[in-house]
C-alpha cells in the first residue's frame, strides 16, 4: 500500500519465544533471529530522550565486515533502519544511535541519545539481543544461505534445565536408598585382636566394705509435722471443750 520492500515480522510462540523477521521484499534475503533479554523503557528507567521522527545514526561493529553473512545482515540492517533520502517524515537533524554489536555469536542492540553540549551518549532503550538462526535467499523462505551453528531452540534448552534438574534429584535419591542399604545390611564382627590389649592397665580391686552397725531409720519430716499438727488439733479440742461447761 505504501510502496514499502522492506519488512520487520515479530512471530510470538508459546507466550514466551519471541521470533524476529527482517525481510526485503518480495525477492529476499531474510534473516530469522530469536529476540533474547528484552529490557522495554519502562523497566529500564532510562533518562535519555529523543524527538520522534528524527533521523537516527547507524553504529556498527567492526566484526560485521570480517565474515561474509555479517555483512549481508549488516547491509540488510542499512536499509532497514536508516532514513530514506529526501523522506516527506524524516527531520532534518540527528540525535540518537543505533549500535549493533557482535558478542557471543549474538547481536546486541542498543539506543543512545547524542547531548548537544558535549556530545556524549546517553542511553535511551529499549535494548535487546538478536540470536541468529537461519538467513534465507527468498523473502520468508527460500533456499538458506546460512544456518547459525552455535543456536540452540528454546525448547531445547529448558529440556537440558529440566534434565539436570531430574539428574540432581535422582543422585539425592540414590545416595539415600544406599544409606538405606548400609543400615539394613548386618554389622560385620571383626575377629579379637590379641594386640588391642597390650596396653591395657588393669584397675586395682578396693577392699568390700562390711557395714555391721544397722543404719538409723530416716526420718520424715512431712508424716512428723502431720502428727504434730494432730496432736495440737486435739489439745486445742479439749480445751474448748472445758471451757464451754
Known amino acids: 500500500m505504501k510502496n514499502c ?10 507466550k514466551q519465544d519471541l521470533y524476529m523477521w527482517l525481510s526485503n ?10 529476540v533474547q533479554n528484552i529490557h522495554t523503557l519502562a523497566e529500564l528507567k532510562l533518562t535519555g530522550n529523543c524527538l520522534k521522527g528524527s533521523r537516527p545514526l547507524l ?8 565474515l561474509s553473512h555479517y ?8 536499509q532497514i533502519f536508516s532514513t530514506p533520502r529526501y523522506h516527506p517524515k524524516s527531520q532534518p537533524f540527528v540525535d540518537h544511535v543505533f549500535t549493533f554489536t557482535i558478542l557471543d555469536n549474538r547481536i546486541w542492540f542498543r539506543n543512545f541519545q547524542i547531548i548537544e553540549e558535549d556530545a556524549a551518549l546517553v542511553e535511551i532503550g529499549p535494548r535487546f539481543v538478536l540470536n541468529l538462526i537461519k538467513i534465507f535467499q527468498g523473502s520468508f523462505g527460500g ?7 552455535h543456536y540452540q531452540s528454546p525448547n531445547m534448552h529448558r529440556r537440558i ?5 531430574a539428574a540432581k534429584y535422582k543422585e539425592k535419591q540414590q545416595v539415600k536408598d544406599v544409606q538405606k542399604l548400609r543400615k539394613k545390611e548386618p554389622k ?3 575377629p579379637h585382636d590379641p594386640t588391642e590389649d597390650v596396653f591395657v592397665t588393669p584397675a586395682e580391686k578396693k577392699p568390700i566394705e562390711i557395714q555391721w552397725v544397722k543404719p538409723e531409720p530416716k526420718v520424715d519430716l512431712k508424716a512428723r509435722k502431720k502428727r504434730i499438727y494432730k496432736r495440737q488439733r486435739k489439745m486445742n479440742q479439749k480445751v ?5 461447761k
Open 188 to 190: 560385620t564382627i571383626l
Open 25 to 34: 521484499s518480495p525477492h529476499g534475503p531474510s534473516a530469522k533471529f530469536l
Open 143 to 149: 533456499p538458506t544461505l546460512y544456518e547459525n551453528p
Open 5 to 14: 520492500n522492506k519488512c520487520i515480522y515479530f512471530e510470538a510462540k508459546k
Open 71 to 78: 555483512s549481508l545482515l549488516k547491509e540488510l540492517l542499512i
Open 240 to 244: 474448748n471443750s472445758g471451757n464451754a
Open 59 to 66: 553504529s556498527f561493529d567492526p566484526a560485521f565486515d570480517e
Open 161 to 165: 534445565i529440566r534434565s539436570i534438574t
